[in-house]
């Protein structure tokens, strides 16, 4: 029995379902996971196992034959080869902890999902901050009503959104939403007062980042419960 094992949930992208029938987000193309079941082997070599199911699977193996230092570059080439793009997320656990370090992995998993953030290879200390703030509780809670007052103001959470998603940088926003960039400041200054956290303040733009992580992971990175249909572009 090895001292620490490498946890991989891994996922193969779902596109929609042309008929319209499906009641699932999307459907995962066959070919494209047996590609990818195909070319694993191959990539990874034998010594490493994984289980697939209808859209991707575990991958468990001793840390001595998966070292931290090539799981990234495996995963690329694994993508490369397979031609599709693989999103896995990657924690370390002992023996007596596999099953909750699946638990762990699938759950990261379902935060990239949710957060629409793009494929490619996460470990737990990428998604570190984005896992605490979507567990359920009262902070998580406190963080989605802080949102609250925008939910019908398309403008406030499209321009809230592109001053994050652009590094907090009024004239890259500006050009982006075609608008002037005292409009940006203007409408950062309203989003200030109906929420009470100031995006032109760090710890205020601290505060609504989270906010945003908590509304997009119940909603949806490309959707929202209200008119405003927000894309969160987050980075």
């Avoid at 007596?96 to 949710?114: C, K, N, P, T």
């Avoid at 359920?136 to 406190?142: E, I, K, T, V």
Wanted: glycine share 8%; hydrophobic share 45%; aromatic share 6%.
């Amino acid at each position: 029995m090895a001292e620490s094992y490498v946890v991989a949930a891994v996922a193969v992208p779902s596109h929609a379902d042309p008929t319209g029938t499906s009641t699932d987000a999307g459907i995962v193309v066959p070919e494209d996971l047996q590609r990818v079941v195909t070319v694993f082997g191959g990539v990874f070599g034998e010594s490493v196992r994984a289980r697939w199911g209808a859209r991707g699977g575990t991958v468990i193996a001793p840390a001595a034959d998966l070292p931290a230092d090539r799981v990234d570059r495996l995963f690329a080439a694994l993508s490369a080869e397979a031609g599709v793009a693989v999103t896995a997320t990657i924690v370390l656990g002992s023996p007596a902890r596999i099953v909750e370090s699946i638990d762990r992995a699938r759950e990261l998993l379902e935060v990239v999902h949710r957060l629409g953030l793009r494929p490619g290879p996460y470990r737990f200390a990428d998604l570190a901050l984005e896992y605490q703030l979507t567990r359920p509780g009262p902070g998580r809670d406190r963080l989605e009503e802080m949102l609250a007052p925008l939910e019908r103001r398309f403008e406030l959470w499209e321009t809230l959104r592109s001053y994050i998603a652009n590094g907090h940088l009024r004239g890259r926003t500006a050009r982006e939403l075609k608008i002037h960039p005292n409009t940006v400041d203007n409408r950062l200054k309203r989003v200030a007062r109906l929420t009470g956290c100031d995006p032109l303040r760090p710890e205020g733009i601290w505060c609504l980042r989270s906010a945003l992580v908590v509304y997009a992971y119940r909603y949806g990175a490309t959707s929202a419960p209200h008119p405003a249909d927000l894309a969160l572009a987050l980075p």
